[in-house]
């Protein structure tokens, strides 16, 4: 089937006549455009074999029809270039005695007409005139549909966050309850019934997982909706590092590991949205661990002028298995991690670091990784510092006071 698809190369026009000499007329008047390739004629006697030329897959930029042809005239094959190409123009070729007919064929959707016997001049100009509008009107219709896809895409991603949100919410309410509930029988079967503890222990631990998933999609829907509003602030950021740490502890001694701290005198303090950066080095520690097996994980934090600016680096580096550059070419996409076999083994939704990245571009920041098979790997965040503390203000001088 024919599409309003734009040929490649040359200018395409489909002559369709069923006059002996039209052929030889139109290739010895534009024989230098021919010979240099900026124009091709392809030529049907009658609509029928245009239209079947064009149902095969011919694509062409204008259609040069007589009206008055054997087997399907002319004003037939406007009408069903109506349906099959619509975007591609057509020029009606007839006789000063067809009025009503090029009347019919104007309403029918012709975009120009040329009188016979032809002047040569004058098509050459109509062609000219009807390509410049037929490139006008894909342009226009190509606009109009991406406009229509790019309405459909926010459509659907607007539908998706407002899904993933309700979802979270509902599932949030439940998970608490479930989490709570364990904890309150946790303590009362403390030290007396070590299956029944057990057991409670696996519920409130799988409670938990499905709850940090939750909050990973409700993140991830905020994050695409635009809803995601900083609190920013100047904070003490050794504290919120020490924190951090002590979040991860269970972590740290499931897989025998050690973390080691190291936060530089300057970068004591910065001007951002401290939930929001915990967020993202728990992210990464809780990466970091998860790979690392009886080994060592890093956070170091430091200070630098970097682009102008004085910005805060935060480094996390560990010995673990390490990934290859395909590997972390995946990394920062949503639901992607290294490797099916690393989901598979090691667990996880591959939204943690996806979250991690797009946080750090709302806070001015970006992620980065370095890493090898079997050397383990860093990851690197950096975001702006600004001021340490914010510069008092001149305090106003009474009225009654001279200087």
Not at 35 to 47: L, Q, V
Not at 74 to 83: K, N
Not at 240 to 257: C, E, R, S
Not at 323 to 334: G, I, K
Request: charged residues 25%.
């Amino acid at each position: 089937m024919q599409t309003d698809a734009q040929p490649s190369g040359p200018v395409r026009i489909l002559v369709v006549d069923d006059e002996p000499d039209v052929e030889p007329m139109l290739r010895q008047a534009f024989r230098r455009k021919l010979r240099s390739k900026e124009i091709e004629f392809i030529f049907a006697p009658n609509g029928l074999q245009a239209l079947a030329q064009l149902e095969a897959g011919l694509a062409v930029d204008l259609i040069l029809t007589d009206i008055n042809m054997p087997q399907m005239d002319g004003l037939t094959l406007l009408g069903r270039l109506r349906a099959l190409a619509p975007l591609t123009p057509t020029v009606i070729v007839s006789a000063y005695s067809d009025v009503t007919n090029l009347r019919t064929a104007m309403n029918r959707g012709a975009f120009d007409f040329q009188i016979k016997p032809i002047d040569l001049d004058d098509l050459s100009s109509t062609i000219a005139k009807t390509l410049d509008y037929s490139r006008h009107l894909r342009r226009s219709h190509q606009a109009e549909a991406w406009q229509r896809a790019r309405d459909l895409a926010e459509s659907a991603s607007r539908f998706k966050s407002q899904f993933l949100s309700a979802t979270s919410h509902e599932l949030r309410t439940p998970l608490n309850a479930i989490i709570g509930f364990s904890d309150m029988l946790l303590e009362e079967k403390a030290g007396k019934e070590p299956d029944v503890t057990d057991d409670l222990q696996r519920i409130r631990g799988a409670a938990q997982h499905l709850l940090e998933l939750v909050n990973d999609l409700l993140d991830l829907s905020k994050i695409e909706a635009g809803k995601v509003d900083l609190a920013l602030k100047t904070f003490d950021v050794r504290q919120l590092v020490l924190d951090v740490a002590a979040t991860v502890q269970p972590l740290l001694a499931k897989n025998a590991n050690t973390l080691a701290l190291d936060i530089t005198p300057r970068a004591d303090a910065m001007h951002s949205d401290p939930g929001r950066v915990r967020q993202c080095l728990i992210n990464l520690l809780s990466n970091a661990l998860k790979f690392t097996k009886h080994g060592k994980v890093s956070l170091t934090v430091t200070r630098e002028f970097l682009d102008g600016r004085d910005k805060l680096v935060f480094a996390v580096s560990d010995t673990g298995i390490g990934m290859t550059p395909e590997q972390m070419a995946r990394l920062f996409t949503d639901f992607q991690q290294a490797s099916p076999e690393t989901a598979q083994k090691y667990g996880g939704t591959g939204l943690g670091l996806a979250i991690t990245h797009r946080l750090c571009q709302l806070m001015g920041g970006d992620v980065k990784v370095s890493s090898e098979p079997g050397m383990g790997s860093t990851f690197t965040i950096t975001l702006p510092a600004e001021p340490l503390l914010p510069v008092p203000a001149t305090p106003p001088v009474p009225p009654s006071v001279s200087i």
